[in-house]
């Protein structure tokens, strides 16, 4: 009669083990990594410095010095800071129902990154609020430049591009270049930069919506400008590296 105590306390010990197991698989998604930093130059992870091979999480900060440099990696998905640049990692989940996976964004606060994503649509890059990701189910190539809070410049170097902010989209095709304004219906189009600025894009708004997208065409003048960024990642790989992505190292 008195084994049965025994017995009924080393069951609760190994119900209450077991129990735990599924609070530990959600702290290991916790700590998903996001990324790895596959080249480093002047440039800072959180109060540190960032170093190559770097593992990234949710909420790293990374900014690189005026003359600083980084690529890192996630996924299919690369994306290049140039100088005087900050991106931020986030995770985040999708809100489109197709998509079960959560979503990856660098988010772009200041500065110009060149980035190259996949099909998948995991890996966007945010600025100012804006998601930009691929377009057309192909990899695509681009550059993003932050002018202010409202401005950026975007610039699609292969493959079309899609802007969505809030309710609003645009396409960048192939090749184009544009400045972004991201307005609200009371908004007056800043038309006041340089004379690279050729045209403006828009369409008709639906009523009552209150955040769009204004584009204005870049002439060849800005094309030419930003034209050399994604060139880092490519400059700085080996020809003979027998892997891909795997012999890059500051230049």
Not at 200 to 209: A, F, L, V
Request: charged letters at 15%; one cysteine or more.
């Amino acid at each position: 009669m008195r084994s049965q105590p025994r017995l009924t306390a080393a069951l609760l010990v190994v119900s209450l083990l077991f129990s735990s197991a599924p609070s530990s698989a959600s702290d290991a998604t916790e700590v998903e990594t996001l990324g790895v930093v596959v080249t480093s130059h002047s440039a800072t992870l959180g109060n540190g410095i960032a170093s190559d091979g770097a593992t990234l999480f949710n909420g790293d900060r990374l900014v690189t010095a005026p003359n600083g440099g980084l690529t890192l990696r996630s996924g299919g998905a690369m994306l290049y800071m140039s100088g005087s640049t900050q991106v931020t990692l986030h995770r985040t989940p999708s809100h489109n129902p197709a998509i079960t996976k959560s979503l990856i964004r660098a988010n772009v606060t200041s500065g110009s990154v060149s980035f190259s994503l996949t099909p998948d649509q995991y890996f966007l890059v945010s600025a100012n609020g804006a998601l930009i990701g691929p377009a057309a189910p192909m990899p695509t190539v681009g550059e993003i430049t932050i002018l202010d809070r409202k401005l950026f410049e975007i610039r699609a170097r292969r493959g079309p591009l899609k802007i969505v902010y809030f309710d609003d989209s645009e396409i960048i095709p192939e090749g184009k270049s544009y400045r972004v304004e991201l307005a609200d219906p009371d908004t007056t189009p800043t038309k006041n930069s340089t004379t690279a600025v050729t045209s403006i894009k828009t369409r008709p708004r639906p009523s009552g919506r209150r955040h769009f997208i204004l584009l204005f065409l870049l002439g060849l003048a800005a094309v030419a400008a930003t034209g050399g960024a994604f060139g880092y990642t490519r400059s700085v790989e080996s020809p003979d590296c027998p892997q891909p992505n795997q012999c890059s190292r500051p230049h």
